[in-house]
Every structure is written in structure tokens, then in C-alpha cells.
């Protein structure tokens, strides 16, 4: 079983442009979820789509947008970078919720200079 | 909302020490708990989880965790730590009922394991 995939694996960027971070979820899983883990700050959440829909946001920006696609692959995109936005943003997917934990991807590891 | 406090920022044990890790949340209702672990250059893994029932859970790797309700702790342990234990452990709640399922993380413990 192919496991959560998340490309590309890194992704150099200036500031003020855009970055597209893309995630195919485990076979199956219809919940996909979006992390930043920045240095020294653990995971903190930034999306969560199931069944198409973004059912929850946490405390970022609006310029951290997302969707989730028909066949449940989801992107991330990040509007106007800022110096602060380089860190690895992980994926995770699940079976409809978080209840049973997630399985993560390798993460994309964004850097804005 | 939940959150989840992981005191022990950096934890540096020889070989065969005992091992644990102190994970607290805050949360008034019936919560899953999760320990994840982030070996060097890996994705997350889920090392053991707690849904309900007996509070001593058992994970891989011979790690184990103790849910102590009294003191919203969980806290990870395993008897006798080994260098390949060397890695990041995230603690995470998600409340058990609720629209909001989501996994809240504490910041992470850096292991590091001497030989």
C-alpha cells in the first residue's frame, strides 16, 4: 500500500511569490490534513479537507489557502511568501476524521529567501 | 480549544536507561491520545494511541504509556532506551467527541541516545 506522498520534497521560493505544495493521501482516506513545523515549534495545523470540503482552518493567514480534489489529493498554496513561511509543511490523511490518528507524508520543505 | 504541553524540550540518556517523557494536555472532555516519533530524515510515525479502557498502552519498539486521567498526563516510557531510539516525539490529543477532529501537538522531545 502506497503511503502518503507529498511532492516536491523541497521547494526554494522568493519572497512574495507563490508556492503550490501537493499531497495524495493514502488510498482510501478520505480526510487530508496540513501541518507547519517550523523549528522549535512543533506541528501546528493549518487545514483539514474531507469529502472535498475544508472543515477546518487553524490560526494562519488567509494567504495559506487549500482544496481537496475529487479523487481526495489535496493542495496547499501559500500567497505572498514571507521570510517566516520557510519550514516543512507536512500531510496527513485519515479514514474521516482524526479519531484513529494519522498517517503522515514526508513533508515539502519550503524555503522563502 | 486543546492544547498540549511537552516540558522535556531535550533529553540526552545513555544506552540502557530508562526512558520518560512528560506529556500534558488541557482538555475538559474524553480525549484519544497519540505519541508520534520523527526518527533523523523520516516521516512521522504513530508509536501508540489511547482510545479507551486499560491506561497502560503498548506501542512499538517496546515504548508503552500511561494515561493518568486525574492528571491529564500520558506519559511515554520504555524500560531501556537503545541509540536507534534517537529521534523527535510529539505528543497529540484529539477530543473524542466533536466536530473538530483535528490532532492538537505538543512541541516535540529531542531524544538523543549515547552509546
Known amino acids: 500500500e502506497a503511503g502518503v506522498t507529498q511532492s516536491p520534497t523541497h521547494l526554494i521560493k522568493t519572497r512574495g511569490q507563490q508556492a503550490t505544495l501537493r499531497c495524495s493521501p493514502i488510498?482510501?482516506?478520505?480526510?487530508v490534513y496540513w501541518y507547519q513545523q517550523a523549528l522549535g515549534l512543533g506541528l501546528q495545523f493549518l487545514l483539514w479537507?474531507?469529502?472535498?470540503?475544508?472543515?477546518n482552518r487553524g490560526n494562519f493567514p488567509p494567504r495559506f489557502s487549500g482544496r481537496q480534489f475529487p479523487n481526495y489529493s489535496s493542495e496547499l498554496n501559500v500567497n505572498a511568501l514571507e521570510l517566516e513561511d520557510s519550514a516543512l509543511y507536512l500531510c496527513?490523511?485519515?479514514?474521516?476524521?482524526?479519531?484513529?490518528?494519522?498517517?503522515f507524508g514526508s513533508g515539502t520543505r519550503l524555503t522563502v529567501v | 480549544a486543546q492544547s498540549v504541553s511537552q516540558h522535556n524540550h531535550h533529553v540526552i540518556l545513555s544506552e540502557a536507561a530508562s526512558l520518560e517523557l512528560g506529556c500534558n494536555y488541557s482538555?475538559?472532555?474524553?480525549?484519544?491520545l497519540f505519541w508520534y516519533v520523527q526518527y533523523p530524515g523520516q516521516h512521522l510515525q504513530l508509536l501508540l494511541k489511547?482510545?479507551?479502557?486499560?491506561?497502560l498502552v503498548k506501542g512499538i519498539k517496546g515504548f508503552e504509556a500511561e494515561f493518568i486521567k486525574s492528571k491529564f498526563s500520558f506519559n511515554l516510557r520504555k524500560p531501556s532506551v537503545q541509540w536507534s531510539d534517537t529521534a523527535e516525539y510529539f505528543c497529540?490529543?484529539?477530543?473524542?467527541?466533536?466536530?473538530?477532529?483535528?490532532?492538537?501537538f505538543g512541541t516535540g522531545t529531542r531524544l538523543q541516545v549515547t552509546l
Open positions: 496527513a490523511s485519515s479514514l474521516g476524521g482524526a479519531s484513529y490518528g494519522y498517517t
Open positions: 488510498s482510501g482516506h478520505t480526510s
Open positions: 479537507y474531507d469529502e472535498g470540503e475544508e472543515r
Open positions: 482538555y475538559g472532555g474524553t480525549v484519544n
Open positions: 489511547y482510545f479507551s479502557g486499560d491506561p
Open positions: 497529540a490529543v484529539n477530543p473524542a467527541t466533536g466536530t473538530a477532529s483535528k490532532l492538537t
